[in-house]
């Protein structure tokens, strides 16, 4: 079985500061893990994965995450915040197969 | 990346008729696609999955009378709310795969139903 906890349902930052969006996972494999975001009323836009390449995996839009097999942790990351950036992001897991699991998702606001 | 299209992306509908959601992937033969639901302020609730040819997997708990799935081509899948009540009202996606790719995820789907 796999699961996926994002431990933050909601960040708010300032603009121009790292952003730190957390996910954990649970997998009986070697996983492949995601990083989506969706903006209101818009569909789903992979930002990055992981697919056991390197573990310092970067994606668009300056965002990156590392995977940490020790720590079961694929957090993402940004080192400033823009305001475009303001919108839900999904952590997911995908083991061999078909299914698709993702976290609860995280809210990111961004102040001026 | 490759592209998945969802038509329409926003759908108003009277109770008790039926609608239906196309989800097309257009630069690739999508071999499996995914049905998700969103409700507010929740993650995606995958539906049911359905394989080119063969009837679609569904979920625990998601009737399949209601949620009619029918993947008839490579390219095209479609999901139809049979008698759509006031409840079903949500954000539907769907997400096309390749086979051994990663999953493409359509815009969305608005459905609401008065």
């Known amino acids: 079985a796999q699961s996926v906890t994002q431990l933050d349902s909601h960040v708010s930052v300032s603009e121009g500061t790292p952003v730190l969006l957390r996910c954990n996972y649970s997998s009986s494999y070697s996983p492949s893990l995601f990083w989506y975001v969706q903006h209101p009323n818009k569909g789903l836009q992979l930002l990055l994965k992981?697919?056991?390449?390197?573990?310092l995996v970067k994606g668009i839009n300056g965002f990156e995450a590392e995977f940490k097999k020790s720590e079961t942790s694929f957090h993402l990351t940004k080192p400033s915040a823009h305001m475009s950036d303001a919108a839900e992001y999904f952590c997911?897991?995908?083991?061999?197969?078909?299914?698709?699991?993702f976290g609860g998702g995280t809210r990111l606001m961004v102040k001026p | 990346g490759a592209v998945v299209s969802q038509h329409p992306s926003r759908v108003i509908c009277k109770s008790g008729t039926s609608v239906k959601i196309e989800c097309r992937s257009l630069?690739?033969?999508?071999?499996?696609m995914f049905w998700y639901r969103q409700f507010p302020k929740k993650s995606l609730m995958l539906m049911a999955t359905s394989n080119e040819g063969s009837k679609a997997t569904y979920e625990q708990g998601v009737e399949k009378d209601k949620f009619l799935i029918n993947h008839a081509s490579l390219t095209l899948s479609t999901l139809t709310v049979t008698s759509a009540h006031p409840e079903d009202s949500s954000f539907y996606i769907c997400?096309?795969?390749?086979?051994?790719?990663?999953?493409?995820f359509g815009q969305g789907t608005r459905l609401t139903v008065v």
């Open positions: 992981y697919t056991s390449a390197a573990t």
């Open positions: 997911v897991v995908n083991n061999a197969g078909n299914m698709l699991t």
């Open positions: 997400s096309a795969r390749a086979l051994g790719t990663e999953a493409f």
């Open positions: 630069d690739f033969q999508a071999t499996t």
